[in-house]
């Protein structure tokens, strides 16, 4: 772990060069970014193995440090050119790689002597247990409290986003747009399904997050890096956030510095303000310090508030300028411009300052309505410093040569030798009944349920498993696993790395399969965890078969998470403006949104046979007996006419896959 008795470091995206002069020349410690695969930013401009030397000898020589993300899911046949970029990254001094598998560590490890890992946010971390050995920096979700943060950064070197957009779903648990769009966000090109009309409002749109007031708390919570997020925003943005935060970081150490202390930390309205401008959709300070993060009104830039116009007239609340960019807030859209003419008491002036009353009106609609928000998008007094350019050198002519040869484990085909197995998820006593007298080779329940232990005693024919929930604290962990030593279960579908290395750990004989929630995408994840995992549902049919360790268990039919969230829903479903239903229940303190359609392969399931593909899984709340029943009789190769029954459902990812 580095060392956390040092100034809290300030770090930055660069999403382009543009973006990481901004940077470097505005106040940051460490900037973090991405080449052209496998980051969680594919759509920016990124940059690549031609060019990477000569920008991390940019901001070295400037004492700005460089991490390179490579923190999305890989693909089996992506293995190797995966550890090719990050030897790119390697050779050219990078500082620290980003990583969301945390199965990939020995070989990092191992292949890239020195070199830093940090965990991403992708990884879901949400207690200690779940911080793997031999790392340096655990990126913290989101979703945590301050009082969360300051417990796991007491032990590890943590670093917490303090600026930026939110993802409304734990980062790394979101399918939504994968399944629905095709497009992954564990794979760097999220659609933003949640900045999409629910109900008839931007229900999942979030805030964007604005920690500049807490400064002080965050360091003193021990956390070693400030983070902000952006890596597709604008120069001008990273340049502002650098430089106010560089500003109040350094205020902040003042002050404890200060013997007298008689000065406070208080943050400028024009800090906010310019940070308002950069962009902003409102901000909050998030899960951290217990505040809202949603507006349900528009999921887009708001820049600062300036009043509200009537008739083309408008009471200034802020100050304004010639060739400001504004945006007029009408009920059914947005309509932006440049400021080319303000009238002051019918007197054109080039500025206006707050309290004037003027007409900056170009648009003969905006004119004819009232109360029409209008709210500052650009200002010509924010301009970005860029410093110097990056300057051109010759490795940028030739791909940069590979100093070791890189060693990758070589896995030879493993069988499984066990018979066709089903395995069923259940919510009540009823369902776990039909699923037992169906014989269900394994029935899952609920750990945290009252009658987990009487449901265990009922069964005659299923194996006994409990399953436990996603996201757990480190005192949730101890309490479900005295609930495991307490029931004695034949086994765990584990749901969470924290609570898998506590069990794994244990005395106790348990047969553990892991949830989806592990992401599991190749061969070297199969190989990592101790337990059975349930394939990524992200993996087509192809891509499923071309594993060799068989010992996987494929999701066949029912219900899919497509998000789970710490952001309470009241509504039992989301309906989009495309009428699909959503359906949305609440699991143990989070909430989960599921598929408009269930998944159900159902003759498909004897293409997986062939394959050697024996553990299939169902997650269904009702009639989960009649299903059992019909999977039985797929795997036994009776015959089953599935036309008629399919109707409805979907495949999910068999056939398309993601990018």
Partial sequence: MENKNKKVELLLPAGNEDCLRAAVNNGADAVYLGMNKFNARQSASNFNANNISRVISYCHKRNVKVYIALNTLVKNHEIGQYFELMDAAYSAKADAVIIQDP????????????????????????????????IERVILARELSIDEIQEISSGNSTEVFVHGALCFSYSGQCLFSSVVGTRSGNRGICAQPCRKRYNNKYNLSTMDLCMLEKIPELIKAGVSSFKIEGRLRSP???????????????????????????????????????????????????????????????????????????????????????????????????????????????VSVKQASAGDITDISAIKKARDMENIQVY????VDMKAHLGDEISLARQDTSKIKSKNKIMLPQFKKQENKDQCRIFVKTYNQKSALEADKAKADIVYYDILKQDCHEIKCLLKHSKFFVYTPRIVSDKKINDIVKLIEKIRPDGVLVANRGLLKSLSQHPMPLTLHLDYSFNCFNDIDLNCYQGIPICSPELNFNEMSALKNKKFIAMVHGDIVLMTTKQRLVMPELIDDESRHFKVRESHGVYEILNCR??????????????????????????????????????????????????????????????
């Avoid at 560590?105 to 971390?125: D, E, R, Y």
């Fill in 103 to 134: 199965c990939f560590i020995p070989l990092i490890k191992k292949n890239f002597p020195g070199l830093k890992i940090h965990l991403s946010t992708q990884a879901t971390v949400v207690n200690s247990y779940s911080i793997p050995k031999d």
């Fill in 236 to 346: 001008v943005y990273v340049a502002t956030a650098a430089r106010i935060y560089r500003k109040y970081i350094d205020l902040c150490y003042d002050e404890n510095n200060n013997e007298k202390k008689n000065s406070k930390f208080v943050v400028e309205e024009k800090d906010i303000d310019d940070l308002k401008i950069a962009f902003n959709r409102e901000f909050t300070t998030g899960f951290a310090f217990g505040d809202n993060i949603v507006d349900t009104r528009k999921p887009m830039n708001r820049g600062l508030y300036i009043g509200q116009m009537r008739h083309g007239i408008i009471h200034l609340k802020k100050g304004l300028k010639v060739g400001d960019g504004i945006a007029f807030w009408l009920a059914d859209k947005v309509i932006g411009q440049k400021v080319s003419s303000i009238l002051k008491q019918g």
């Fill in 376 to 379: 500052k998008t650009s200002s």
């Fill in 598 to 659: 269930q998944l159900g392969l159902f003759n498909h399931l004897r293409d997986y046979l062939k394959q050697g593909i024996k553990y299939f899984y169902i997650d269904i709340s009702k009639d989960v007996g009649k299903y059992v029943r019909i999977y039985r009789k797929i795997l036994n190769l009776e015959q089953f006419d599935d036309r008629k029954i399919s109707k409805g459902y979907t495949q999910g990812h068999l056939k398309r896959g993601v990018n």
